[in-house]
């Protein structure tokens, strides 16, 4: 009896959250690797079950025959058989009969004595290999296949009778070479023969009648070109044929030859074998195993597979005349070291039990199982769900350690899927501990008993949880968060919800007390939070005995003061290189007077210019070295009752006009304490040039002039936004004979920068003043 256990939710096959479809492993196959037999090559084999032997010829190159118990143990060698090939019982079983080409000759044993006692002559050059007991009388097929002495091969039949009369050319017809001979399981008179003819085979077939007279019943090239090995079947009524190239051409009647349907699988083995009772043995694989196959419907009983690189060897599988046993030899890829597998009970198929459960299994929810069968062998047509034996199914759980028995499991019908039918048992999970149902089959026709045990494991069913806090609370107030646990079917009050809270002064978390969930699932708990910004409340249900954990979290925002901040600086405006002090003032905090201060140049990222505490007073101080416009920041992280703070405070940089200059003056002069330059229209242009420092390329330059009339200045002329050189430079003019003979004039110049991305503020130069004479120096 065959016993498994498997686990539906550990099987691999395994639906996640459906159904579970359990295989278990395939039992109806397994590896044979055999007992070595101390013969360097094979050739035939025979069972002497009568007498408890094993005997196994080698072929060329040996010289005697190998002989073992029925269990290919205690083996001997029967000495003085130089390269026996062919084996044949006597329908007395008295006597082993077997071939010796290259001695024209055929051995006589006694299979009392294993000693040999009669050698037949079958004359020169006729050199017999296949042996067969048909009517009471020894045939053998003889003669030399093509490119053995003759051009097309030539070969015959010829018989031993009781009196040891050798006869060869028993049948008329004309053979290509030495003919192989088949005759069924139990003493009869037919016989086949055949013989490979190039992409087909030549087969013959006999009846023997009374006298050992020879007749032809059918004649007929079979399109078998890989013929290796043939039978009889045990009525007599057909040819089991295998052949690699064509396996599923495999049954010919008898009678006439013809396509007999097929057997119940393809034989493609080098080798073919049939019992007494009718049963096959042979394979639809390239001899790495081989099956017992019924004659009839569809499977084989079991598989048995050969180890690597053996492969079973052609004439190599023979059955016990009570079907029992079925014997296998196998060679290497060479034909060398043979050795024999024995198969017990070969008729016996096995039965693969499978389970399909649902998972995860809730506790006290109901649940279907549900048992199907699986075997190699078909059930015969007329028994299609209807498998023979009883199946009893148990059921094991903590309330039943002893199992107690399902009474009336329900009877599915069969479907193509599942020929055998299936078992489903209507049950309901327990609501604590283990479940298992264990599944017995009594066997029953050619099935073999199995067993096997389906643990279904409740209790560990996830359930929902959601949590809710309030999205805002006030520091040192109390505050609730409620959770509720659901199931989408009846459960247990069991398990501990537990809380870790997280703040800002505990990163890590703390725990709080553990609450234990009402009957409904739900459940609530109490803080007062001490530390402001994020609190977070995550929470655990263990799942108690009956179900997983499950986890959640919720976060609460809790209220800080401000504190007060602020940043400034030693000045609002600054020449360029200029260094300016920089002071952050931070007020009233709780744990934290850290406060860090940044720079931030038009156009530029920010920089860091220094964190650390403030003084006693509350300061931090940082200096900056200017190039550009500035906006400087001071930033309060917070802490655990103040909240973050960001100040800014901008300043601006203040370029210079530098390098003014008037062109081409002549003279200069003094009026009241002012120094003007002096210009003679004669002259023709004035220019006057300026140059800002620093300036961005978009900037512009604007030129003023005014006039003293009357006892003030007064705006005569201007030039607005005019772009700057690449070097900052501008150049004035104007002709000088558009000013007003001796007139009193002054001009100065302004530096704009680009109305979006400035880097710098505007500035004026300062005044220039000139006069301008009539005529000439």
């Known amino acids: 009896m065959k016993t498994r256990r498997i686990s539906l939710l550990a099987a691999a096959a395994t639906v996640l959250g459906l159904t579970g479809v359990i295989v278990p492993g395939a039992a109806d196959s397994y590896a044979a690797s055999g007992v070595a037999l101390p013969i360097a090559r094979f050739s035939h084999l025979l069972v002497d079950a009568g007498h408890g032997h094993l005997f196994f010829s080698?072929?060329?190159?040996?010289?005697?025959?190998?002989?073992?118990?029925?269990?290919?143990?205690?083996?001997?060698?029967?000495?003085?058989?130089?390269?026996?090939?062919?084996?044949?019982?006597?329908?007395?079983?008295?006597?082993?009969?077997?071939?010796?080409?290259?001695?024209?000759?055929?051995?006589?044993?006694?299979?009392?004595?294993?000693?040999?006692?009669?050698?037949?002559?079958?004359?020169?050059?006729?050199?017999?290999?296949?042996?067969?007991?048909?009517?009471?009388?020894?045939?053998?097929?003889?003669?030399?296949?093509?490119?053995?002495?003759?051009?097309?091969?030539?070969?015959?039949?010829?018989?031993?009778?009781?009196?040891?009369?050798?006869?060869?050319?028993?049948?008329?017809?004309?053979?290509?070479?030495?003919?192989?001979?088949?005759?069924?399981?139990?003493?009869?008179?037919?016989?086949?023969?055949?013989?490979?003819?190039?992409?087909?085979?030549?087969?013959?077939?006999?009846?023997?009648?009374?006298?050992?007279?020879?007749?032809?019943?059918?004649?007929?090239?079979?399109?078998?070109?890989?013929?290796?090995?043939?039978?009889?079947?045990?009525?007599?009524?057909?040819?089991?044929?295998?052949?690699?190239?064509?396996?599923?051409?495999?049954?010919?009647?008898?009678?006439?030859?013809?396509?007999?349907?097929?057997?119940?699988?393809?034989?493609?083995?080098?080798?073919?074998?049939?019992?007494?009772?009718?049963?096959?043995?042979?394979?639809?694989?390239?001899?790495?195993?081989?099956?017992?196959?019924?004659?009839?419907?569809?499977?084989?009983?079991?598989?048995?597979?050969?180890?690597?690189?053996?492969?079973?060897?052609?004439?190599?599988?023979?059955?016990?005349?009570?079907?029992?046993?079925?014997?296998?030899?196998?060679?290497?890829?060479?034909?060398?070291?043979?050795?024999?597998?024995?198969?017990?009970?070969?008729?016996?198929?096995?039965?693969?039990?499978?389970?399909?459960?649902?998972?995860?299994?809730?506790?006290?929810?109901?649940l279907s199982f549900t048992v199907a069968f699986d075997s190699p062998l078909a059930l015969d047509a007329g028994d299609r769900g209807q498998l023979p034996g009883a199946v009893r199914i148990t059921r094991y759980?903590?309330?039943?350690?002893?199992?107690?028995?399902?009474?009336?499991?329900?009877?599915?019908?069969?479907?193509?899927?599942?020929?055998?039918?299936?078992?489903?048992?209507?049950?309901?999970?327990?609501?604590?501990?283990?479940?298992?149902?264990?599944?017995?089959?009594?066997?029953?026709?050619?099935?073999?008993?199995?067993?096997?045990?389906?643990?279904?494991?409740?209790?560990?069913?996830?359930?929902?949880?959601?949590?809710?806090?309030?999205?805002?609370?006030?520091?040192?107030?109390?505050?609730?968060?409620?959770?509720?646990?659901a199931w989408p079917h009846a459960h247990l009050p069991t398990g501990t919800v537990h809380v870790v809270k997280k703040d800002a002064a505990h990163p890590s978390g703390y725990t709080l007390p553990a609450v234990t969930p009402a009957a409904d699932g739900k459940f609530a708990f109490h803080d007062t939070p001490q530390v402001g910004s994020t609190n977070t409340y995550a929470v655990s249900y263990d799942g108690g005995a009956a179900y997983l954990p499950v986890t959640a979290s919720a976060n609460a925002q809790v209220?800080?003061?401000?504190?007060?901040?602020?940043?400034?600086?030693?000045?609002?405006?600054?020449?360029?290189?200029?260094?300016?002090?920089?002071?952050?003032?931070?007020?009233?905090?709780?744990?934290?007077?850290?406060?860090?201060?940044?720079?931030?140049?038009?156009?530029?990222?920010?920089?860091?210019?220094?964190?650390?505490?403030?003084?006693?007073?509350?300061k931090l101080v940082a200096t900056a070295k200017l190039t550009r416009n500035t906006t400087f920041t001071a930033v309060f992280a917070g802490d655990h009752r103040y909240a973050p703070r960001t100040v800014t405070h901008g300043v601006t940089l203040a370029p210079a006009v530098t390098k003014t200059q008037l062109q081409w003056p002549l003279a200069t002069t003094r009026i009241g304490s002012t120094t003007y330059q002096v210009f003679y229209k004669s002259e023709v242009n004035m220019g006057y040039d300026l140059k800002a420092a620093p300036h961005q390329s978009t900037g512009r330059m604007s030129v003023y002039v005014e006039r003293y009339t009357s006892g003030a200045w007064h705006q005569v002329i201007s030039q607005k936004c005019v772009p700057l050189y690449s070097d900052g430079w501008y150049g004035y003019g104007r002709a000088l004979k558009l000013f007003a003979d001796n007139g009193r004039y002054r001009l100065r110049g302004h530096y704009t920068p680009p109305s979006t991305g400035a880097q710098t503020g505007s500035v004026w130069s300062g005044w220039t003043y000139l006069t301008v004479r009539p005529g000439s120096l």
């Open 58 to 366: 080698g072929g060329p190159g040996t010289d005697g025959i190998v002989m073992t118990d029925l269990d290919g143990g205690d083996a001997t060698t029967i000495g003085g058989e130089p390269g026996a090939t062919g084996l044949a019982l006597s329908d007395d079983g008295s006597t082993v009969c077997t071939a010796l080409p290259d001695q024209n000759a055929i051995a006589a044993i006694s299979s009392d004595t294993l000693t040999e006692t009669t050698r037949y002559d079958t004359g020169a050059g006729t050199h017999p290999d296949s042996l067969a007991v048909a009517g009471g009388t020894l045939w053998f097929g003889y003669g030399t296949a093509a490119g053995t002495g003759t051009a097309t091969g030539a070969g015959g039949i010829g018989s031993v009778d009781a009196t040891g009369t050798v006869k060869t050319a028993r049948d008329s017809g004309s053979w290509a070479g030495s003919p192989t001979l088949a005759t069924t399981p139990a003493p009869s008179g037919a016989l086949v023969a055949a013989v490979r003819t190039g992409d087909t085979s030549a087969f013959v077939t006999y009846r023997i009648a009374d006298g050992g007279a020879l007749t032809r019943q059918a004649a007929q090239a079979l399109p078998v070109p890989d013929l290796t090995d043939f039978a009889v079947t045990a009525g007599g009524q057909d040819i089991a044929v295998t052949s690699w190239r064509n396996p599923s051409a495999n049954r010919f009647r008898f009678s006439d030859l013809a396509r007999d349907g097929r057997f119940a699988n393809p034989l493609a083995a080098p080798a073919v074998a049939v019992a007494p009772d009718g049963t096959l043995a042979g394979c639809a694989c390239n001899g790495y195993a081989y099956q017992a196959i019924p004659v009839s419907g569809s499977g084989f009983y079991g598989e048995h597979v050969i180890d690597d690189p053996l492969r079973l060897a052609p004439h190599g599988l023979a059955w016990a005349p009570d079907a029992s046993r079925l014997y296998a030899v196998s060679v290497d890829p060479a034909g060398g070291t043979p050795r024999l597998q024995l198969t017990r009970s070969p008729e016996t198929a096995t039965l693969r039990i499978s389970g399909l459960g649902t998972t995860p299994l809730a506790p006290g929810e109901p």
């Open 397 to 485: 759980d903590d309330a039943h350690p002893d199992g107690v028995a399902v009474s009336a499991p329900t009877r599915l019908p069969a479907t193509i899927g599942n020929p055998f039918g299936e078992y489903r048992v209507d049950d309901t999970a327990p609501l604590t501990g283990t479940l298992s149902y264990r599944v017995d089959y009594s066997g029953g026709d050619h099935y073999a008993p199995a067993t096997q045990t389906f643990d279904l494991p409740p209790a560990k069913y996830k359930p929902t949880l959601t949590l809710s806090a309030p999205a805002t609370a006030t520091r040192a107030a109390p505050l609730t968060v409620t959770g509720q646990l």
């Open 559 to 618: 209220s800080r003061a401000t504190s007060a901040l602020s940043v400034t600086t030693d000045a609002g405006a600054y020449r360029s290189g200029a260094t300016a002090k920089v002071t952050a003032h931070l007020g009233t905090t709780y744990n934290s007077r850290t406060v860090t201060l940044y720079a931030q140049s038009a156009g530029k990222s920010r920089v860091q210019l220094k964190t650390g505490r403030v003084d006693s007073s509350g």
